[in-house]
């Protein structure tokens, strides 16, 4: 890969890390000033937050278009005969479980060692379903009461069962080809160039935001960072050691751990350059290819994979949401952890291949968790998002070559690694 091209791809996540540096000495250097009762002196830097508000507004508005349009015109577009179902049910499940297990994995970690030790401030705060049954916990998780409160960016995962459902329908009455596919397609492609052009403000905005959040907490959140970094990044690569030869192993068989580990290297490289899923599927179907992996099989997971398979995401939303709980003084019981997981998992399928792919997680785990208090919640998130993207990239992106193995054993049967390394020989 060319020096110029990894220099391309990083110089986005450069500018809004820089202009987050920036926004922070800003507000070290002029911080709010309290007299001995707590009354305010001086404002500081948190003058500078309503520049940083008008990017979060902005980005409210787009998020609901952009997950109807993305996720409808995904499933729309799918060819499902018998073999592609049963790839396409094994696929999903794949996804599924391995994101569960990594968000399982971030949560006892962080359970372990927080992130944040002490409350940055006592903030206004309600528990998810403190005051609901179970049954209508369960209810209020996956629908809306009717379809105005789909319009709303506090009902994303019903908005994403939506979407599904709608995807299906669509598939059945003449799929991509229909008036009402192209026209997701066509709305899909609309809505993220709208998000590029709102994404050229991201820098001044997140320059305020971080103003705003040093002025008033201090250097405590420099440390808290730091914490989540020394999480997230030995994880990451305990688990490509770990978890990936494992799935290899399961997956392949005699030969699966070492065939896995000659082939994964270069997506991984091409996943941490371009820090995009998407980008890095040729470079998987090629590796898939030369794996003996079946072209139907490589051709439906992998691309699905860009958009689906997010284990690195699971363990930043996990990260992310311990984060944001330490910041507002709640704590992180085991009674949270399936509420938790299933946002893990399920805010994944929401998130695009691309980086910075329109914040879609972050506005998913705001509306669970986080609604009374998202002006807080929100620019932490993806300030976490944008310090952990490249690692969380490679795992999400080559981590889809890896899965390959999983659906391969499924649908080709357990020996097909030793009946294509055979037929290679």
């Not at 993305?70 to 060819?79: D, E, L, R």
């Not at 805010?347 to 914040?359: A, E, I, N, Q």
């Not at 999983?406 to 290679?424: C, E, H, P, T, Y």
Request: net charge neutral; proline share 5%.
């Amino acid at each position: 890969m060319e020096k110029k091209s990894i220099a391309k791809n990083y110089r986005f996540i450069a500018l809004m890390l820089g202009a987050m540096i920036l926004g922070a000495i800003i507000g070290f250097i002029w911080p709010v000033v309290k007299d001995a009762d707590g009354n305010t002196i001086s404002a500081g830097a948190t003058v500078l937050k309503p520049f940083g508000t008008v990017f979060i507004n902005m980005m409210f508005c787009i998020v609901v278009p952009l997950v109807f349009a993305s996720i409808s015109s995904a499933v729309a577009n799918m060819k499902s005969r018998k073999r592609a179902g049963k790839i396409m049910g094994v696929t999903v499940a794949t996804f599924v479980v391995t994101g569960a297990i990594a968000a399982v994995i971030m949560f006892v970690l962080v359970k372990l060692f927080p992130p944040v030790l002490t409350p940055w401030v006592e903030l206004p705060h309600e528990e998810m379903g403190g005051y609901a049954t179970m049954s209508e916990m369960v209810v209020n998780f996956f629908t809306a009461e009717d379809f105005v409160g789909l319009l709303s960016r506090r009902a994303m995962l019903p908005l994403i069962v939506f979407s599904l459902l709608f995807g299906f329908a669509v598939n059945l009455n003449g799929g991509g080809d229909s008036p009402v596919g192209k026209f997701l397609e066509d709305l899909t492609n609309v809505m993220l160039k709208f998000i590029q052009i709102v994404t050229y403000y991201a820098p001044i905005a997140f320059l305020a935001i971080f103003a705003d959040l040093v002025a008033s907490y201090g250097s405590q959140v420099v440390e808290n960072y730091g914490r989540a970094l020394l999480l997230y990044y030995p994880l990451c690569f305990v688990y490509i050691f770990t978890a990936w030869p494992l799935f290899a192993w399961f997956g392949g068989g005699k030969g699966g751990v070492k065939t896995m580990f000659q082939h994964i290297a270069k997506p991984a490289v091409v996943s941490l350059g371009t820090c995009s899923s998407v980008a890095t599927i040729p470079t998987n179907m090629e590796e898939a290819k030369a794996t003996g992996i079946s072209k139907d099989v490589s051709d439906m997971v992998l691309p699905l994979g860009a958009t689906m398979h997010m284990d690195g995401s699971c363990f930043s939303c996990v990260l992310k949401i311990a984060f944001v709980l330490g910041v507002v003084g709640q704590d992180l019981s085991f009674s949270k952890l399936i509420p938790v997981v299933l946002v893990a998992v399920l805010s994944s399928v929401g998130m695009s291949g691309v980086p910075g792919g329109g914040y879609i997680g972050e506005y998913i785990i705001c509306s669970i968790f986080f609604p009374e208090n998202i002006d807080v919640a929100f620019p932490i998130l993806v300030a976490i998002g944008n310090l952990v993207d490249p690692p969380a990239t490679m795992i999400n992106a080559a981590g889809d070559y890896v899965v390959s193995y999983i659906v391969s054993r499924f649908v080709d049967g357990k020996d097909w690694l030793q009946r294509a390394m055979s037929k290679n020989a």
